[in-house]
């Protein structure tokens, strides 16, 4: 019977043999963990490496368990750096944000902590670009403060070039859905920049998973179409950059009418779905069939699994998940013809994001709806400063600007309906956008202005039956045509 010490030597010798023959990380870290009473750093390493490698193959369950491994012996023998130590802590938070868990949080701001007092202004950088993406910080509405600081001051840090890239990147999503957005897009632009002068394939791919979010004015579409293809372009065999590739590529089906997109898009996601840890009863999934019900006609269908799809999705916050149903339940009792059922939630939602101004366009169709056409009017004239400029220019810009249109159509405010119509004519020949669903055809909208102001709506209104056509969306075929807003 071997002795512990000598159990202890076996694992130590175990240890190095596999990290000289450069073993699975797997291997090495578990006769490294078992050896830790003679080096502690090595158990220490070896975790960490462990633990990024559970993460890149979407094992967030194991990663974890390697990163508290590795804070354990930290812990327990000491003598560990306390950069070694915020290092297992970024990557403990790292795959407890992926998995949902809502401590994920406390570890981030440890390791950001950590790494400002040691004066590791790369290693606070990647702890700041962690933050940054979808998690606890990512609200709708507004910005979530303390991550904003820790962004700032990470970006006013001498850092490594690929170092800023990535953080610029992830910025996108701390800013998007807020009235910030051109912060975000802004700091991707300069991601994206970055990362092509330095004519890195890999880094290159990391920044066009972001762009979704980054490149979100309504006037980047074009934008979005090259980088979802230089995303396929450069994914290689990567899981999660195809499934980002194709719901790239699905979402810009949406506003352009591309029924095709749409569905090869969906495809290849349900496809890849499994590989990259996200189940068939998730969050995304769930209210992309809803809009898919939605498209094709079955409304009641489409709310029944809207509702369903908002019990997943343990990563997102509330507001940003309320921020997507909402836009989906939108178009649901648009197409229903109940949007005056809907006053007290839009206002629940304007109380709770009062910054986010696109909102209150919807407002004042909703009260167009109810004819409480005085207080529509005085909602439009609020919109109304400095040309509509107030509108956030994000991905809801083409949906939130199409509802003032209709509400100034619907209260007879002639003067608003006028410069909205100028304002849409460049998104002639796309649908609109609630940033996961639409409304409907934006040449529908101008064809009712145009009747209002006894202007030519036929081509408005044929162009839009087009398109709807091509979406298969027989639900916007005829829009407005009666006389309706």
Not at 90 to 95: A, E, F, Q, T
Not at 230 to 258: C, H, K, N, Q, T
């Amino acid at each position: 019977m071997t002795s512990t010490g000598q159990r202890l030597q076996i694992h130590d010798a175990l240890a190095e043999f596999t990290l000289r023959h450069k073993a699975q990380p797997l291997i090495a870290s578990q006769h490294a963990l078992l050896a830790a009473p003679i080096d502690p750093p090595r158990a220490v390493a070896c975790a960490k490496d462990a633990g990024a490698l559970c993460r890149s193959e979407y094992d967030y369950e194991r990663g974890r368990r390697f990163y508290l491994s590795a804070l354990e012996v930290a812990d327990h023998y000491g003598g560990i750096s306390s950069t070694s130590r915020a290092e297992a802590l970024l990557g403990l938070g790292s795959v407890e944000r992926e998995a949902g868990r809502h401590d994920h949080r406390e570890h981030l701001q440890s390791a950001a902590s950590l790494a400002r007092s040691d004066g590791a202004w790369d290693l606070y950088a990647e702890v700041a670009t962690e933050m940054c993406r979808h998690g606890s910080s990512t609200t709708a509405g507004s910005v979530d403060a303390e991550t904003r600081d820790v962004l700032d001051f990470a970006l006013a840090r001498p850092l490594a070039p690929g170092v800023r890239t990535r953080l610029c990147s992830a910025a996108a999503a701390l800013y998007s859905l807020s009235n910030q957005e051109g912060v975000g897009r802004k700091l991707f632009i300069e991601a994206f920049e970055l990362a092509e002068a330095a004519g890195d394939p890999d880094l290159l791919a990391e920044v066009l998973l972001g762009a979704h979010l980054g490149l979100s004015h309504p006037d980047d579409h074009a934008h979005r179409h090259r980088a979802q293809r230089m995303l396929a372009a450069v994914a290689g065999s990567d899981p999660g950059r195809l499934w980002e590739a194709a719901f790239l590529r699905s979402e810009l089906g949406i506003v352009d009418g591309d029924i095709e997109a749409i569905e090869s898009g969906h495809r290849e996601m349900a496809r890849l779905a499994p590989r990259v840890g996200r189940s068939d009863g998730s969050f995304g999934s769930g209210y992309r069939s809803a809009v898919r019900l939605l498209l094709e006609g079955r409304v009641d269908a489409a709310e029944e699994r809207l509702m369903q799809a908002l019990e997943g999705g343990a990563r997102f916050t509330e507001s940003w998940k309320l921020a997507i149903a909402a836009g989906i339940l939108l178009s649901i009792r648009d197409c229903q013809g109940r949007l005056a059922e809907i006053s007290d939630q839009v206002d629940g939602l304007i109380e709770s994001m009062p910054e986010f101004v696109n909102w209150r366009a919807v407002r004042a169709l909703v009260w167009a709806k109810r004819g409480l056409l005085d207080e529509a009017g005085a909602e439009l004239d609020r919109l109304a400063i400095d040309g509509f400029a107030g509108l956030t220019p994000d991905l809801t810009w083409t949906a939130a600007t199409a509802c003032a249109a209709r509400a100034a159509v619907g209260s007879g405010h002639d003067e608003a309906a006028t410069a909205l119509y100028t304002l849409l004519m460049p998104h002639a020949g796309h649908m609109t956008y609630t940033g996961t669903c639409t409304l409907g055809p934006v040449d529908a909208v101008l064809g009712r202005i145009a009747a209002q102001l006894g202007g030519g709506s036929e081509d408005h209104f044929v162009a839009a039956d087009r398109l709807a056509t091509r979406l298969r969306a027989p639900v916007y075929r005829g829009q407005f045509q009666d006389g309706s807003f």
